[in-house]
């Protein structure tokens, strides 16, 4: 795909060493892996390509922000994310065990693309949590009416009334054994 073009890395032209590469990742590259939890992002990738006579080093390092809804007040935001990540590709004829960080190619490879790469460290540098800590910004964006919602105690007074016959049973064994 055209997204994926500037992502080729020429190792078979590139001396060995240490070799930087920058890449602007936007939303036509993101949009371009199918099922993607995100399409929409302004990032930066700097890669630090170690290039060595059995293996590649590759030091991945992500910053910017991705589009997506804040966890708790679901308003639309602007996520800042940053991560750093390593990998290691490996030359060899034959495959070894597969590892996370660890991939085996031919060493007669004459490019690298790194566009799937980059991608899955995009992905990964986004918190589990999204969450957007607004109130330093001139113009709140967070949704107020949905975060009175939270402040607010829901709990009825029947809800403290009522007992659940399994921790009365524990409290009765735990006192017994007393």
């Known amino acids: 795909m055209k997204a994926y073009i500037p992502f080729d890395i020429p190792v078979s032209g590139i001396r060995d060493g240490l070799h930087q590469f920058d890449f602007e990742v936007a939303n036509d590259f993101l949009s371009s892996f199918p099922q993607t939890p995100v399409t929409d992002g302004r990032l930066h ?4 390509f170690d290039k060595r006579p059995t293996m590649f080093v590759l030091d991945f390092l992500v910053s ?11 308003a639309a935001i602007d996520l800042p994310i940053a991560g750093e990540h390593k990998l290691v590709i490996k030359l060899s004829e034959e495959a070894g065990p597969e590892e996370a960080e660890v991939v085996y190619m031919s060493p007669l490879v004459e490019q690298v693309n790194v566009a799937p790469y980059v991608y899955e460290f995009i992905v990964l540098s986004i918190p589990l949590v999204k969450t957007y800590d607004c109130d330093e910004e001139e113009e709140p964006i967070c ?12 709990s009825s007074p029947e809800d403290e009334d009522r007992t659940n016959p399994i921790w009365d049973e524990l409290k009765r064994k735990f006192e017994s054994d007393k």
Do not use: A, F, K, Q
Request: net charge negative.
């Open 64 to 74: 910017g922000t991705v589009r997506t809804t804040c966890d708790r007040c679901l």
């Open 45 to 48: 990738v700097h890669l630090e």
């Open 143 to 154: 949704n107020e009416e949905m975060l009175t919602y939270l402040d607010e105690d829901h």
